[in-house]
């Protein structure tokens, strides 16, 4: 005899989902329950909003106006790179850092999912939870406090496919460096250098133009800049009609070639795998 | 169906010298030695077999399960699950097979257990029809009624690794390997899982590879013994040889009431014409006699030490298989005479 109880409490989907779908679902529930640690970030973009909200306005009140740049354009740079860059959680690194080394990743192994496709899942799960609460904040703050500009309605509709390209460039460059971690045991160097980097040459922290020509050229042909930069200026209406779809083009180029460097490099890793622990 | 030859897996860890001195001598030449974790292990398991695979620690047992549930690759060898690589065909492999690792989770720590079940189905294809009737029987069995919306951080080790077990057996896997799956339980819940594997593997059929420290879930769970040791097999049969081997076995315990001299000494000498008989002492007034009681006859053991000891109590014991796994595993017996 089954009983009644369990029928009712066992709450069971009419028809199973996909199963990337369930674990972008999963992934969302999670993110919420770890809403007190989303509002921690959100308090620690504030304060480093604010920060560079002082250093761009002494810069901009002695020159006005730096390649381009006048103060309006500057906010808004920061506050939408910002909000661009936030979009993909250091989390997820540390996560899979973590899981290689204690072993959990015995765990992804004995499913029957593909390992990348899973990540990214799980990665747009916590991004689309993370999309709504900074962005909204990030937007509100923007708009109502700093004085920053919106984009025109067609700008805003090729902004946003921008940023799916970038947060997909972005999940890539963390994924491989993730893929490092299963030939060390410590990487969390090789985690920061890659924040650092990214950082730097992604122009979530300074716009690019404002490179020495050298690293602008580094830059340039790194992927980088498509992550953050290029949605960036895309709002900014820095790229208008050929220089738009190329900007665009080079995204796309850059997703693909990534998803199969990381594809590549994944055989060797997981052949090296030692699971550590138990 | 579960077929092994040859599997050996040897893993390279560095070579490093204790301390800060060794730390900086490894970062400027690095040196890495093999470890052989698995040495050329040839397993066959049939379809609805219940294998105990056991040995002390560091012996390999999780290397090999992890070989055959396809996470890691061996270093040598072959290994065919259903006909198929299950590293090769790692999707395919996981169809067919349950894990329970007793040290980790596969649950949503932040999500409520029912979640996890659900993403799982998902993950796994498990139709409406399929999953809601695995899970009615599960939730049945393993009473999860009261923990399905309860978050798996707030549930007690027990609660979870019945959650576990449901987690790994809602696919209905042909195989379950079960890697430790009663490490820091009570004994209720133990005995209770015991109980439900047990029944998964006569009832349904289901292959159960079993890992355990714990002699019990060997006893309660299987009927054969695989037993390795430094990476290599040395036993593999039915349950019952063991105990056919050592069963014969007793040990008669006397409590004395008063203090004897050279206990040890004389209970040797008296029993002696008898045959083969081993005396020790636990305590001061008590001696423990153990022999074999196909060759000495039990009564003759007990009238002889009645007739010139002050016995107060006295305890006939047969060997249980327990102790005589321990006894193997610690070399006190050998495995050749079970052959």
Known sequence: MLSQTSLQIAKIRPVPLPKYASLVLASMERAIAYRKSTLLNLAANAVWITALYYFWSAILSEY???????????????????????????????????????????????????????????????ALVDGVFVGATIASVGVFIMDIYLPAPGTAAVFLVSIV?????????????????????????????????????????????????GLQSIAEFSPFPAAVYTPVSIYLGNLAGGDLWTAIGVQVIWVIALWYVARLLWKPAVRVLVVQGG | MIEARNLTKVFRVAAKSPGLKGAIKHLVRP??????????????????????????????????????????????????????????????????????????????????????????????????????KNMDELIDLLELGPLLNKAVRHI??????????????????????LDEPTVGLDVSVKNRLRQFIRQRNLEKGVTVMLTSHDLNDVKDICRRIVMIDRGRIVFDGPLTKIQEAFGGER????????????????????????????????????????????????????????????VKDLKIEETDIESIIRRLYDGELSVDEVR
């Open chain 1, 64 to 126: 006005t106006i730096i390649d381009g740049y006048d103060w309006t354009k500057m906010q808004t740079y920061v506050v939408v790179s910002y909000g661009v860059n936030a979009l993909f959680s250091l989390q997820f690194e540390l996560q899979m850092f973590r899981a290689i080394r204690n072993g959990e990743i015995a765990l992804d192994l004995i499913r029957p999912y593909d390992y990348q496709t899973s990540h990214l899942a799980k990665a747009t799960g916590a």
């Open chain 1, 165 to 213: 390209l970038g947060f997909l460039i972005k999940f890539l460059i963390s994924y491989i460096t993730g893929l490092f971690c299963f030939w060390t045991v410590s990487s969390m160097g090789l985690v920061r250098t890659r924040i650092a980097v990214t950082n730097l040459l992604s122009g979530a922290l300074i716009p690019i133009e404002f490179f020495p020509s």
């Open chain 2, 31 to 132: 040196r890495y030695e093999v470890k052989p974790a698995v040495l050329g292990i040839n397993l066959h398991i049939d379809e609805g077999d219940s294998v105990a695979y056991v040995g002390p620690n560091g012996a390999g047992k999780s290397t090999t399960v992890k070989m055959l549930a396809g996470v890691l690759v061996p270093t040598d060898g072959e290994i065919r699950v259903f006909g198929k690589d299950p590293y090769l065909n790692r999707m395919e492999n996981s169809r067919d097979i349950g894990v329970v690792f007793g040290q980790r989770t596969q649950l949503w720590w932040d999500l409520p257990v029912q979640e996890s079940f659900r993403l799982l189905a998902d993950i796994y294809d498990v139709s409406s029809r399929d999953f809601r």
């Open chain 2, 156 to 177: 007690s080790l027990g609660q979870r690794m019945r959650c576990e077990i449901a987690a790994a057996l809602l696919h209905s896997p042909r195989i379950l390997y």
């Open chain 2, 251 to 310: 040990s008669v315990h006397i409590d004395l009431s008063e203090f004897v001299e050279d206990a040890v000494s004389r209970a040797a000498a008296l029993l002696k014409h008898l045959g083969d008989v081993e005396v020790t002492q636990s305590e001061p007034n008590r001696l423990s006699i153990r022999f074999d009681a196909s060759v000495i006859s039990t009564s003759a053991v007990v009238g002889q030490l009645l007739s010139e000891f002050p």
